[in-house]
C-alpha cells in the first residue's frame, strides 16, 4: 500500500518540469504519474499550484552543539532547516570540544540524535590532530572540514606542511575536504595593524581580509589537491578574484567544488553603515562587481552550489562598536530558500537551476547522488513544496533558530517552503513546524551505504518526466 500521495503538483528537477502526482512508499518514491493516475494512498496531499523540488542539501551550518548552545542546538537548527526547506545539512566542526578526535565525533553523533532533517557530520583537519585523521574516517565522519584561517572557535590552522599530510592521509578514504580558504597569516597581520591603529569601524573588516586572502588560499590549496588526489571544496566564497584560480583548477581536472552563500549575493560593502556589525562574517562581504561575478559563477557552473554558513549568535554578540569584538556569521539554514526564490521568481534564474545549485550538485559532490538531489523512483522522498507566489518578510521573531540576529531583517520575499518532506514524513506542513520529529534525522553515512535505487525504475520516471513515455 502506497503511504502518500502528493497530487496536482508541477514535479521540478535540475533539467525537467512535469505536471505529475507522486507517491511514496517506506520513505522513497515508489511511482510518478499524470495527475490522478496513481491510485489510492493511506494519505493523499493536495499540492495544486505547488512546485515540488528535491530537498535543499545545506553543505555548511554551524549547529553549535556541544559546547555553545546559547546559540544553537540541534533541535532548533534542524527546526530553522525544516522550515527553510532543507532536508539535509552537513555540520561544522568548531563546537567545544571541537570535532578533532573519533571520540568527539561520536560525543556529537549524540547530540545530532535531536535532529528532525538529515545530516553528516564533518570531522576537523587542523594543526594539532593530524594523526586522529584515521581514527575519524573509521568512525564514519561524512566529510573534513579545514580552517585555513582563523574564525569562530579560534582552532588552529594548519601550516601548509600539515595540510599536505592531512590531504595525504584522507585521499585514500574518498570524502571531501571542504576548505574555509582564507590565509591566516595575511589577515592576523593586517588585523594587528589596524587595530594598533585604532581603527575600528565595521568597513575595516574588509581591510582586514582583502580579496587576496582567498585568492591565495584557493590557489594553494587547489595545488595540493592536485597533488595528493585529495578531493576538495571551497566553502563561501566571496569575491570575483577567487573563481580564476576556482575555475583554472577544474580546468585541470582537480576535483574541486565551490559554493556560495547569500550574504555574498544580496550584500555588499554599500550596507555595512546600515547593518554596523551585524553584518561582520568571515570571510567578509565584500563589493558589488564581487556579487556580479558570482551570480555568473553560479549560473555558469563555476560555482557548484549555494549553502549558508548558518552561524548564529546573541544579539550581545552580534553587537559591538568595536568591529573586532563583534562574533562573525549569522543564520541562515530557513531564509536561503526564500531569498534565492524570490531571484527565481523574479525570472533571474530558472527553478530548475535552482535544484541544481541547491540539490543535485550537492548531492553528487558530496556521495548522496542517485538518493538524494532529485524527485525519481527510487530516490529517497526528500521532497519541499514550493508557493511561488507566497510572499513573506524576514524578522528575527519568525526564525526558529536560537540566535536570530540577521542582516535580512525586514527584507520582502516571494516564493516560499510550505512543506518539507524528510524520507517522506513531514516536518514542516503549512509554514508550521511539525512536532515530534526530534529524531527522524538520520546521519548519511547510512545513506551513502544503501544500495543503489532500481535502475530500471529510475529510467521509468524520467521516461515520464521527459515526456517520453511509451515510446521506448
Ligand atoms: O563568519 C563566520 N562564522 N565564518 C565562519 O567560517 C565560521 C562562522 C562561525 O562559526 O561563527
Ligand atoms: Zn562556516
Known amino acids: 500500500m502506497t503511504d502518500l500521495i502528493l497530487k496536482g503538483g508541477t514535479v521540478v528537477n ?17 511511482a510518478i504519474g499524470a495527475p490522478g493516475s496513481l491510485g489510492e494512498a493511506a ?26 548552545t546559547h546559540k544553537e542546538d540541534w533541535e532548533t537548527g534542524t527546526r530553522a532547516a525544516a522550515m527553510g526547506g532543507v532536508t539535509t ?20 553523533q549524540d547530540c545530532a540524535k535531536k535532529a528532525c532533517v538529515d545530516f553528516g557530520v564533518y570531522g576537523l583537519l587542523a594543526e594539532d590532530n593530524i594523526e586522529e585523521l584515521p581514527g575519524l574516517i573509521d568512525a564514519g565522519v561524512n566529510a573534513f ?11 588552529p590552522s594548519p601550516s601548509t606542511g600539515a595540510m599536505l599530510e592531512g590531504f595525504e592521509i584522507i585521499a585514500g578514504s574518498g570524502l571531501r575536504i571542504s576548505l574555509h580558504a582564507e590565509t591566516a597569516s595575511i589577515m592576523a597581520w593586517r588585523q594587528r595593524k589596524l587595530e594598533a591603529a585604532g581603527l575600528n569601524d565595521p568597513l575595516y573588516h574588509i581591510a582586514a581580509r582583502p580579496e587576496v586572502v582567498a585568492i591565495e588560499a584557493v590557489a594553494r590549496a587547489a595545488i595540493l589537491s592536485e597533488w595528493t588526489g585529495a578531493r576538495i571544496h571551497v566553502l563561501h566564497i566571496s569575491s570575483a578574484g577567487e573563481l580564476r584560480p576556482l575555475a583554472e583548477a577544474k580546468a585541470r581536472g582537480v576535483d574541486i567544488t565551490g559554493e556560495t552563500c547569500p550574504c555574498y549575493l544580496f550584500l555588499n560593502s554599500g550596507d555595512y553603515d546600515r547593518l554596523g556589525s551585524v553584518i561582520r562574517v568571515n570571510p567578509p562581504v565584500r563589493e558589488a562587481r564581487d556579487s556580479a561575478a558570482i551570480w555568473d ?31 562573525c556569521g549569522f543564520p541562515g539554514v530557513e531564509t536561503q530558500m526564500p531569498l534565492m526564490l524570490t531571484e527565481v521568481a523574479a525570472g533571474r534564474m530558472t527553478l530548475e537551476h535552482y535544484v541544481r545549485i541547491s540539490s543535485a550538485n550537492p548531492a553528487r559532490a558530496f556521495g548522496m547522488w542517485p538518493h538524494k538531489g532529485r524527485i525519481a523512483v527510487g530516490a529517497l522522498a526528500d521532497i519541499t513544496a514550493v508557493d511561488m507566489a507566497r510572499e513573506e518578510v524576514i524578522a528575527a521573531s519568525r526564525l526558529h533558530s536560537r540566535g536570530k540576529v540577521t542582516p535580512f531583517e525586514g527584507r520582502k520575499t516571494v516564493g516560499a517552503p510550505v512543506h518539507t518532506l524528510v524520507r517522506g514524513a513531514f516536518v514542516q506542513r503549512d509554514r508550521q513546524i511539525v512536532e515530534g520529529m526530534a529524531g527522524h534525522g538520520r546521519q548519511v553515512t547510512d545513506i551513502q551505504a544503501m544500495p543503489a535505487p532500481n535502475p530500471q525504475n529510475v529510467d521509468q520516471s524520467l521516461a515520464y518526466l521527459l515526456g517520453t513515455e511509451g515510446t521506448t
Open 14 to 30: 535540475e533539467t525537467s518540469r512535469d505536471l505529475a502526482d507522486v507517491a511514496i512508499t517506506d520513505g522513497r518514491i515508489s
Open 43 to 68: 494519505e493523499v496531499v493536495d499540492v495544486t499550484r505547488m512546485h515540488l523540488i528535491p530537498g535543499a542539501i545545506d553543505m555548511h551550518v554551524h549547529f553549535r552543539e556541544p559546547g555553545y
Open 89 to 108: 545539512v552537513f555540520e561544522m566542526p568548531n563546537t567545544h570540544p571541537p570535532t578533532r578526535s573519533a571520540s568527539e565525533f561520536r560525543q556529537k
Open 145 to 155: 572540514k579545514c580552517f585555513m584561517g582563523n574564525t569562530f572557535g579560534n582552532l
Open 297 to 327: 559563477a553560479l549560473q555558469s557552473g563555476v560555482v557548484d552550489m549555494i549553502a549558508t554558513d548558518h552561524a548564529p549568535h546573541t544579539p550581545e554578540e552580534k553587537t559591538n562598536d568595536i568591529i573586532w569584538k563583534a562574533d
